[in-house]
């Protein structure tokens, strides 16, 4: 007969089969499993979405099945902001949310890779994912029960509207879909438009119901949302930047049996190089798509464009550093190479 044994807040889900003791190591025997929930937002055909379904797959065969990963997408549990909630109650174990949703938890040095125009390149924000920086503000989030795993690529953002958006002035006045992030905020305001904080999963119905008129984000999750069926026009700005934290519930993920975590941990790795090598890929497949769907207009902006719309944007570092952290502000900066 199986008895079910369910531990408080993180170990929720540790299920353990007949008398096997609930954290003996069962690599050997396969009598207990553990279960590992990983809800995201996003479709599994994305970046996050496979990088979750790769960790699945690696953290189930070097387990020899001791740990059981089931990936919910699509926000079929919960949707932005209640996924972190549930996390920290031990309702799921595993989430990607994306960086800029870490301010409402606390940590609003998450939101200085929302700053606009801070990341040069993918080579730059890797020495900042992968350097001091990195840690230290993973490190931020042990006090809240969270650990952090890995960070996992998504990509650039695009403006889309339905209008056309080539200068700052085309802005004015729009409603645009934000992600829960002070700095998005102020990057709107900066431009003029309304920004609106909604959940992902609510974002096409909203466009398509005229609750927002535009938003912001990378071309994988426009394409595998259809935002582009219900935006007439693109624009290739670069603007900023959308990447995760892969993050679990502290209490499950240090109580794990060792062995079992180390497993878990190679997997984390290996599914991370995974992601991050194939989300510029995902990124170029979706934009290829939508510009074949004919059903979007993207537009790319013109050298004195851009340079209007840094003169429009540069000024929410400054505005926003008070808020983020000057020495987070410095030191990404420092890691990015734009200052030395
Ligand atoms: C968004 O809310 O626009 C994105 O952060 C969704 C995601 O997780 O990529």
């Not at 994305?46 to 953290?59: E, M, N, S, V, Y």
């Not at 940590?107 to 040069?120: G, H, K, M, Q, S």
Request: include cysteine.
């Amino acid at each position: 007969m199986k008895k079910r044994f369910l531990l408080k807040a993180g170990a929720a889900s540790l299920v353990a089969a007949g008398t096997t003791p609930l954290f003996a190591p069962s690599l050997a025997f396969g009598q207990g499993q553990i279960v590992i929930k990983f809800s995201h937002v996003v479709a599994p055909d994305t970046p996050k979405g496979k990088g979750a379904d790769k960790f699945k797959a690696l953290a189930e065969q070097y387990t020899n099945g001791a740990v059981k990963v089931e990936v919910y997408p699509n926000s079929q549990l919960y949707k932005d902001k209640e996924e972190v909630e549930a996390l920290q109650l031990g309702a799921v174990q595993m989430l990607a949310p994306s960086l800029a949703k870490f301010g409402p938890l606390g940590a609003r040095e998450f939101e200085v890779f929302d700053l606009p125009y801070i990341l040069p390149d993918k080579a730059a924000l890797r020495r900042v994912t992968d350097g001091a920086l990195g840690a230290k503000l993973f490190k931020k989030l042990d006090t809240k029960g969270i650990a952090g795993l890995a960070y996992w690529d998504n990509g650039f953002k695009i403006m889309s509207a339905n209008r056309p958006l080539h200068e700052p002035a085309d802005f004015h006045g729009l409603k645009m879909r934000i992600q829960s992030s002070k700095v998005l905020e102020a990057q709107f305001k900066a431009l003029g438009a309304l920004p609106q904080v909604l959940p992902f999963s609510d974002v096409y119905q909203a466009m398509q119901t005229g609750v927002v008129d535009g938003s912001e984000n990378t071309p994988s999750n426009m394409y595998t949302q259809k935002h582009h069926e219900v935006q007439k026009f693109g624009t290739l700005s670069n603007h900023g930047y959308i990447g995760y934290a892969v993050i679990a519930n502290k209490k499950f993920w240090d109580g794990m049996p060792d062995d079992v975590r180390a497993q878990c941990v190679r997997a984390m790795q290996e599914a991370t190089a995974f992601a991050n090598d194939s989300a510029q890929q995902d990124n170029d497949d979706a934009m290829a798509a939508m510009r074949a769907s004919g059903k979007i207009e993207f537009f790319e902006l013109t050298p004195e464009q851009k340079a209007d719309w840094h003169k429009a944007l540069d000024p929410v570092t400054a505005e926003m550093t008070p808020r983020v952290g000057k020495e987070t502000v410095d030191e990404f900066k420092k890691e990015v190479g734009s200052v030395t």
